[in-house]
């Protein structure tokens, strides 16, 4: 999101989910589309087999590379290079969209000098992708229009993820691929209510809407609105609030759907840090490894046990209804917050049911302005921006001018991850997802035939690696870094690169975040989950 607004002005996906089918180009950066989001990844290879290009940049021979026209295996952490090296191509052949950067963005003689710091052969050494294949990716994107640029969490989990993001962008600017059929910069959420989350609010420095808390104006329209002083400072982020939890400057947590124990990196840390608050509330649908240090917990509904919204990774609001009685004394998440804070004395909490909640956020937030329950019901799902009942909703964004009126470019300069392979840590582990299970398992590891797919973490390692080490496939191994270690059992393939294991995060068993690292990038705080470097060798314990 700190990428997108900073260059385009709307931290969200530009086009729609649909509109993969219409594109001549796919660049697929950072995402294991086909395992994270199969339904996109289904889209795709349905437009591969129409004849789209696609063009795979990953460093793990992932699924989708067997549909791929090209594959980039860049280094881990080295995208920043690889992107602004494919550009530099496509001004260099004259391959841009001069008359969209001229009409459309700022800033473009800076971006262009910038580029000088990225001849093929620099790209080539930092990103180990061979050069004719870099100049490939470029003429293959710039000449296949509409092109559309898809990116995940292999993009912003990184310590200079706004970076990578903001390359996105840029490319997307230069060829002209934003604001049409096709086209977009199209980042793939992580979790099924990311987006509606942070569009109502559930960030740190914004009210819904992503209107400014540092905005007086617009603070005035929020204190009127709930009858209430609110504070002009931004809050914390959740790789703040641990650190200040940890060190007592948060005394009380109350936290909702959320499991960081298994999700948060550094996890020992952040099971010692919420050790250390005087009060630790906890409102879930099961007890998960976090709940279980709460000192209070809240049962709440699943989804098909209440009623209300979800937005998508396309900006889709959409209802949802609900379809059985909540178990025992389980109650919908607003439902509780709303006793809580009505017993705390809070005015503004007198919803009786969620429909008047999204009355409330149409009102308070323009892209939201004509959605109701109503209209969705009687429509189905409204893309926002929807500012009024009358409007049809959005379905591509920046189709005249942008978010933030003209498009700006920025020059990036390469920043290698904060902890790369040494002699004692000499491989670098990356995490991903696997098909079958979704985050950290509160769910998925309760359903008896997907854990008959999977039913433990693996250590992926390449064959190569595997052999140095005296590794066999299915042995336990132990996976050490500067923070703690993990047991799991390795599992030997060439999908991992030599230099490189992968784990994913679902199984409470082996808590692979206990390894990985807490160095956060700077504009987003968000961890650096790809590049953590570790040791590795065959565990005493006994396979199962």
Not at 123 to 152: C, H, K, Q
Not at 471 to 477: A, F, R, Y
Not at 528 to 538: G, L, N, Q
Request: glycine share 8%; net charge negative.
């Amino acid at each position: 999101m700190a990428g997108l607004v900073t260059t385009l002005g709307s931290g969200a996906m530009t086009n729609s989910i649909s509109d993969i089918k219409d594109a001549a180009c796919i660049l697929s950066i950072g995402s294991n589309t086909t395992t994270s989001h199969p339904v996109i990844g289904m889209r795709v290879l349905q437009a591969v087999q129409k004849g789209t290009k696609l063009i795979v940049a990953n460093p793990r021979e992932i699924d989708l590379v067997r549909y791929a026209d090209l594959w980039l295996r860049h280094r881990s952490g080295t995208d920043v290079a690889l992107l602004m090296g494919m550009m530099k191509i496509i001004v260099d052949e004259e391959l841009a969209d001069d008359s969209f950067i001229q009409q459309r963005c700022e800033n473009f003689d800076a971006f262009r000098e910038s580029l000088n710091d990225y001849p093929l052969d620099t790209v080539e050494r930092i990103t180990g992708v061979p050069a004719d294949r870099i100049v490939a990716a470029a003429r293959m994107y710039a000449t296949n229009s509409p092109a559309s640029l898809l990116y995940a969490m292999g993009i912003t989990q990184h310590s200079h993820g706004t970076d990578n993001v903001i390359a996105t962008a840029n490319l997307a600017m230069l060829t002209g691929n934003i604001g049409k059929p096709g086209s977009g910069v199209n980042p793939l959420r992580g979790q099924n209510n990311v987006q509606g989350a942070c569009d109502v609010g559930a960030l740190p420095n914004v009210y819904p809407g992503y209107q400014s808390v540092a905005d007086p104006a617009i603070r005035e329209k929020f204190e009127n609105a709930w009858d209430y002083r609110l504070n002009p400072a931004p809050g914390m982020v959740l790789t703040e609030i641990i650190p200040a939890a940890y060190e007592g400057k948060i005394k009380a947590i109350y936290l909702i759907g959320e499991n960081p124990i298994l999700s948060d990196p550094d996890a020992s840390h952040v099971e010692e840090a919420l050790k250390h608050l005087d009060f630790f509330v906890v409102q879930d649908i099961f007890l998960s490894e976090t709940a279980k240090l709460a000192d209070v917990v809240l049962p709440s509904t699943t989804f098909t046990e209440k009623e209300g919204t979800y937005t998508n990774t396309e900006r889709r609001v959409q209802l949802s209804r609900k379809a059985i009685n909540p178990a025992g004394s389980c109650k919908p998440d607003w439902w509780i917050t709303r006793q809580i804070a009505q017993r705390m004395g809070g005015k503004g909490f007198d919803y009786q049911n969620p429909a008047q909640i999204m009355q409330e956020i149409a009102r308070l937030t323009p892209s939201y302005g004509g959605i109701s329950f109503e209209r969705l019901e009687r429509e189905g799902g409204l893309q926002w921006p929807c500012p009024t009942e009358e409007h049809p909703g959005t379905p591509i964004l920046h189709t005249a001018q942008f978010t933030r009126g003209k498009g700006r470019f920025i020059p990036l300069e390469y920043k290698p991850p904060m902890e790369l392979p040494d002699d004692e840590y000499p491989l670098i582990l990356t995490t991903e997802r696997d098909l079958f299970h979704f985050h950290t398992g509160t769910m998925t590891r309760k359903v008896k035939g997907l854990n008959t797919f999977r039913s433990e973490e693996f250590v992926q390692i390449s064959p190569q690696d595997a052999e140095s080490l005296n590794i066999m496939d299915g042995d336990m191994v132990q996976v050490t870094s500067r923070r703690g270690e993990v047991t799991a059992r390795a599992q030997l393939t060439d999908i991992s690169p030599v230099g490189v294991i992968s784990m994913t995060f679902h199984f409470a068993e082996s808590p692979t975040n206990k390894v990985t690292s807490p160095a956060l990038d700077p504009v987003a705080k968000i961890p650096e989950f790809k590049v953590a470097a570790v040791r590795i060798k065959k565990s005493e314990l006994v396979p199962r």
